[in-house]
């Protein structure tokens, strides 16, 4: 357990010495922090305009991204619209993640056959075009936040599946 402490620790300050590394991770903080304190932040209500006397207003003091054609504060919508983008891509991890460490891992250790043909599979996958394949399933399953996940998640695996095969090569 001391060792893997020890590990830890070095990996940490290797990535706490890397200046862009240590920017991503604290606008990656950042953004997860808008999300999680949304109703904090948000100045107005993202879903109640006023049609009569803020509609379509160019950004202002008040309204610092202006409001959209409904009345409703942008600047608003992009902060709870974080939620939802939160929301989306931990489950896209949490099904893309999976999906690509077994295939992955089983291509890279069986190698032969097995790899080939999962590696074709795979290369297959890349060819769609990530737009037809979201056009196919919106078809399918209707627009919703549940069909862009599944669409992410069907397709993030690939990446995740070649970067493991090549590290077990």
């Known amino acids: 357990r001391q060792a893997s402490l020890g590990r830890a620790y070095g990996a940490w300050r290797t990535f706490a010495r890397n200046r862009l590394a240590m920017l991503g991770l604290l606008i990656v903080i950042g953004l997860v922090l808008i999300a999680v304190f949304a109703d904090v932040l948000s100045p107005y ?12 207003l160019p950004p202002s003091a008040v309204h610092w ?11 608003s919508r ?4 974080s939620r939802i983008t939160l929301f989306v891509v931990i489950l896209v991890a949490i099904l893309a993640a999976p999906i690509g460490l077994a295939v992955g891992t089983i291509a890279g250790y069986s190698g032969g056959l097995l790899d080939a043909a999962l590696m074709r599979i795979t290369d297959i996958f890349l ?6 394949l979201a056009i196919a399933v919106a078809t399918i399953f209707g627009q919703s ?12 695996w690939l990446g995740i ?9």
């Open 45 to 56: 209500s993202p879903f109640v305009g006023d049609l009569r006397t803020t509609r379509l």
């Open 65 to 75: 991204f202006g409001t959209d054609d409904q009345g409703r504060d942008i600047l």
């Open 78 to 81: 992009l902060i709870f619209g």
């Open 127 to 132: 060819a769609i075009p990530y737009i037809i």
């Open 145 to 156: 936040v549940n069909s862009v996940i599944l669409v992410l998640g069907l397709t993030g």
């Open 161 to 169: 599946a070649r970067i493991v095969r090549a590290s077990f090569l």
